[in-house]
Protein backbone atom coordinates (compact mmCIF):
# COMPACT_ATOMS: atom_id res chain seq x y z
CA UNK A 1 0.00 0.00 0.00
CA UNK A 2 1.57 3.02 -1.16
CA UNK A 3 1.35 6.62 0.62
CA UNK A 4 -1.40 7.84 -1.90
CA UNK A 5 -3.70 4.72 -1.45
CA UNK A 6 -3.40 5.95 2.37
CA UNK A 7 -4.39 9.34 2.08
CA UNK A 8 -7.72 8.09 -0.30
CA UNK A 9 -8.80 5.36 2.65
CA UNK A 10 -8.32 8.12 5.67
CA UNK A 11 -10.47 11.09 2.88
CA UNK A 12 -12.93 8.40 2.34
CA UNK A 13 -13.46 7.25 6.38
CA UNK A 14 -13.56 11.38 7.06
CA UNK A 15 -16.22 11.54 4.58
CA UNK A 16 -17.97 8.65 5.67
CA UNK A 17 -18.37 9.95 9.54
CA UNK A 18 -19.08 13.25 8.25
CA UNK A 19 -22.29 12.54 6.27
CA UNK A 20 -23.05 9.94 9.00
CA UNK A 21 -23.56 12.29 11.40
CA UNK A 22 -20.71 11.32 13.30
CA UNK A 23 -18.25 13.93 12.14
CA UNK A 24 -16.68 16.95 14.98
CA UNK A 25 -18.25 19.71 16.42
CA UNK A 26 -16.94 22.71 15.10
CA UNK A 27 -18.36 24.96 18.09
CA UNK A 28 -21.85 25.40 16.58
CA UNK A 29 -24.54 25.86 20.17
CA UNK A 30 -27.95 24.03 19.95
CA UNK A 31 -29.81 24.28 23.07
CA UNK A 32 -33.43 22.44 23.56
CA UNK A 33 -35.82 24.02 25.32
CA UNK A 34 -35.85 21.10 28.26
CA UNK A 35 -32.41 23.16 28.94
CA UNK A 36 -33.95 26.41 29.68
CA UNK A 37 -36.56 24.76 32.18
CA UNK A 38 -35.58 26.49 35.85
CA UNK A 39 -35.64 29.71 37.40
CA UNK A 40 -33.78 32.71 36.78
CA UNK A 41 -32.98 35.73 39.01
CA UNK A 42 -31.52 38.86 37.98
CA UNK A 43 -28.97 41.71 39.99
CA UNK A 44 -30.31 42.45 42.83
CA UNK A 45 -33.81 39.75 42.42
CA UNK A 46 -35.65 42.54 41.14
CA UNK A 47 -36.41 40.29 37.87
CA UNK A 48 -37.35 36.52 38.36
CA UNK A 49 -38.27 34.37 35.71
CA UNK A 50 -39.35 30.71 36.29
CA UNK A 51 -39.53 28.38 32.88
CA UNK A 52 -42.00 25.15 33.79
CA UNK A 53 -41.52 21.76 32.58
CA UNK A 54 -44.81 21.89 31.18
CA UNK A 55 -43.99 24.83 28.80
CA UNK A 56 -45.05 27.42 30.95
CA UNK A 57 -43.68 30.52 32.85
CA UNK A 58 -44.36 32.95 35.61
CA UNK A 59 -42.22 36.12 35.90
CA UNK A 60 -41.72 39.37 38.20
CA UNK A 61 -40.23 42.38 37.88
CA UNK A 62 -40.09 42.41 34.32
CA UNK A 63 -39.03 46.17 33.09
CA UNK A 64 -41.68 48.72 32.18
CA UNK A 65 -39.69 49.00 28.75
CA UNK A 66 -40.12 45.52 27.80
CA UNK A 67 -43.73 45.53 28.18
CA UNK A 68 -44.14 48.58 26.68
CA UNK A 69 -42.88 47.35 23.70
CA UNK A 70 -44.37 44.14 23.61
CA UNK A 71 -47.96 46.56 24.21
CA UNK A 72 -47.50 48.48 21.60
CA UNK A 73 -46.34 46.00 19.23
CA UNK A 74 -49.30 43.68 19.69
CA UNK A 75 -52.50 46.16 19.99
CA UNK A 76 -51.14 49.63 21.82
CA UNK A 77 -52.89 49.11 24.74
CA UNK A 78 -51.29 47.59 27.82
CA UNK A 79 -52.31 43.68 28.12
CA UNK A 80 -55.17 42.46 29.65
CA UNK A 81 -54.51 39.80 32.75
CA UNK A 82 -51.34 41.54 33.56
CA UNK A 83 -51.55 41.80 37.71
CA UNK A 84 -50.04 45.43 38.92
CA UNK A 85 -48.52 46.37 41.88
CA UNK A 86 -50.19 48.69 44.35
CA UNK A 87 -48.97 51.86 42.53
CA UNK A 88 -50.85 50.21 39.91
CA UNK A 89 -47.67 50.98 37.83
CA UNK A 90 -45.36 47.65 37.79
CA UNK A 91 -46.94 44.58 36.45
CA UNK A 92 -46.11 42.19 39.70
CA UNK A 93 -46.84 39.38 37.94
CA UNK A 94 -47.11 37.98 34.48
CA UNK A 95 -47.77 34.29 33.13
CA UNK A 96 -48.33 32.28 30.68
CA UNK A 97 -46.46 29.94 27.84
CA UNK A 98 -42.89 29.68 26.28
CA UNK A 99 -41.03 27.88 23.88
CA UNK A 100 -37.80 28.46 22.17
CA UNK A 101 -37.37 29.85 18.66
CA UNK A 102 -34.07 29.43 17.25
CA UNK A 103 -34.92 29.92 13.73
CA UNK A 104 -35.21 33.93 13.94
CA UNK A 105 -32.24 35.99 13.72
CA UNK A 106 -31.83 35.84 17.13
CA UNK A 107 -32.20 32.61 19.34
CA UNK A 108 -34.45 33.64 22.07
CA UNK A 109 -37.21 32.27 24.79
CA UNK A 110 -40.66 33.53 23.55
CA UNK A 111 -43.03 34.16 26.60
CA UNK A 112 -46.75 34.57 25.51
CA UNK A 113 -48.41 36.10 28.00
CA UNK A 114 -52.05 34.76 29.24
CA UNK A 115 -55.11 36.38 30.97
CA UNK A 116 -57.00 34.97 34.01
CA UNK A 117 -58.88 32.74 31.51
CA UNK A 118 -55.94 30.88 29.75
CA UNK A 119 -56.37 32.78 26.77
CA UNK A 120 -53.43 35.18 25.20
CA UNK A 121 -53.35 38.53 26.85
CA UNK A 122 -53.32 41.81 24.58
CA UNK A 123 -49.78 41.71 25.81
CA UNK A 124 -48.61 39.50 23.34
CA UNK A 125 -45.07 38.26 23.14
CA UNK A 126 -41.99 38.65 25.12
CA UNK A 127 -38.12 37.55 23.51
CA UNK A 128 -36.49 36.53 26.11
CA UNK A 129 -33.09 36.71 24.59
CA UNK A 130 -30.04 33.43 24.60
CA UNK A 131 -26.78 34.73 25.87
CA UNK A 132 -26.46 30.71 27.07
CA UNK A 133 -28.16 27.97 28.59
CA UNK A 134 -27.38 29.57 32.04
CA UNK A 135 -28.37 33.40 31.10
CA UNK A 136 -31.01 34.99 29.57
CA UNK A 137 -31.98 38.66 28.66
CA UNK A 138 -34.51 41.04 28.17
CA UNK A 139 -33.45 44.02 25.96
CA UNK A 140 -35.64 47.43 27.36
CA UNK A 141 -34.87 49.39 24.19
CA UNK A 142 -35.25 48.21 20.68
CA UNK A 143 -32.16 49.41 19.72
CA UNK A 144 -30.38 46.91 22.68
CA UNK A 145 -28.12 49.34 24.54
CA UNK A 146 -29.33 48.15 27.68
CA UNK A 147 -29.78 44.21 28.55
CA UNK A 148 -31.70 43.21 31.76
CA UNK A 149 -29.95 39.87 32.60
CA UNK A 150 -31.63 36.52 34.39
CA UNK A 151 -29.62 34.16 35.49
CA UNK A 152 -30.03 30.49 36.37
CA UNK A 153 -30.81 29.86 40.08
CA UNK A 154 -28.89 27.27 41.40
Not at 124 to 138: H, N, Q
Request: proline share 4%; charged share 25%; glycine share 12%.
Amino acid sequence: MNQRQVFRGVGALVGVLMLSGCGFDFGKLDYTEPEFVGSYVGDGAATVVALGEDRTFTAVGVPHEVLDNATQGAHGARGDGVAKDADGDAPAEIEGTWKYDSKSSADHVELTVTDADGMPAKLGELPLYVADADDLFFLPDQVGREKVMVSRNR
